[in-house]
T-cell receptor
Framework: EPEVTQTPSHQVTQMGQEVILRCVPISNHLYFYWYRQILGQKVEFLVSFYNNEISEKSEIFDDQFSVERPDGSNFTLKIRSTKLEDSAMYFC???????????FGPGTRLTVT | AQTVTQSQPEMSVQEAETVTLSCTYDTSESDYYLFWYKQPPSRQMILVIRQEAYKQQNATENRFSVNFQKAAKSFSLKISDSQLGDAAMYFCAYRTGNQFYFGTGTSLTVIP
């Protein structure tokens, strides 16, 4: 069964460094998403992406964040200058159509020291 | 603003018994979708069940079923014949457009 994959599973970085989290959505899906989950808290929406552009974003998704689909398979989340409070689990998700269920990847645990 | 409330931070159930997890939401939208996601210790979010708001019939997926009360904005999940593998964090989620709104989760323990 096709699944969303994410790399790396765990990323440790120093405050102020740039990180890129990578996702490979399910191949026939057209909508892509990033979420984050700070430890012990609920999952929070960051951004949705369709047709090579951001379709929606939350207030969390500020200028430090960017997303890109550099090729036909990868979907990346970049954090330009990481802060301690960016430490969280980041989930990528994809869906086939706009109102269809989203399939989540296993997540990348980002630790900022 | 759209909010999702799960009032039970923790629940437990005996193996083979039935448990119901509650969820309420607040929205002014008429077209939306509701979901229950399971997050086991591996932390991967797994879709359990989905309900379209325009459908009156409650969704069912094997041992999982929902009680969708649109007027009351309530969307509870019933797990029948609970199994040890059902132990996980369960998140209720509401979706409109491209945005998902998640509740704070209910941690379900299954007692052998």
């Amino acid at each position: 069964e096709p699944e969303v994959t994410q790399t790396p599973s765990h990323q440790v970085t120093q405050m102020g460094q740039e990180v890129i989290l990578r996702c490979v959505p399910i191949s026939n899906h057209l909508y892509f998403y990033w979420y984050r989950q700070i430890l012990g808290q609920k999952v929070e929406f960051l951004v949705s992406f369709y047709n090579n552009e951001i379709s929606e974003k939350s207030e969390i998704f500020d200028d430090q964040f960017s997303v890109e689909r550099p090729d036909g398979s990868n979907f990346t989340l970049k954090i330009r200058s990481t802060k301690l409070e960016d430490s969280a689990m980041y989930f990528c998700a994809s869906s086939e159509k706009r109102f269809y269920e989203q399939y989540f990847g296993p997540g990348t645990r980002l630790t900022v020291t | 603003a759209q909010t999702v409330t799960q009032s039970q931070p923790e629940m437990s159930v005996q193996e083979a018994e039935t448990v119901t997890l509650s969820c309420t939401y607040d929205t002014s939208e008429s077209d939306y979708y509701l979901f229950w996601y399971k997050q086991p210790p591996s932390r991967q979010m797994i879709l359990v069940i989905r309900q379209e708001a325009y459908k009156q019939q409650n969704a069912t997926e094997n041992r999982f079923s929902v009680n969708f009360q649109k007027a009351a904005k309530s969307f509870s999940l019933k797990i029948s014949d609970s199994q040890l593998g059902d132990a996980a964090m369960y998140f209720c989620a509401y979706r409109t457009g491209n945005q998902f709104y998640f509740g704070t989760g209910t941690s379900l323990t299954v007692i052998p």
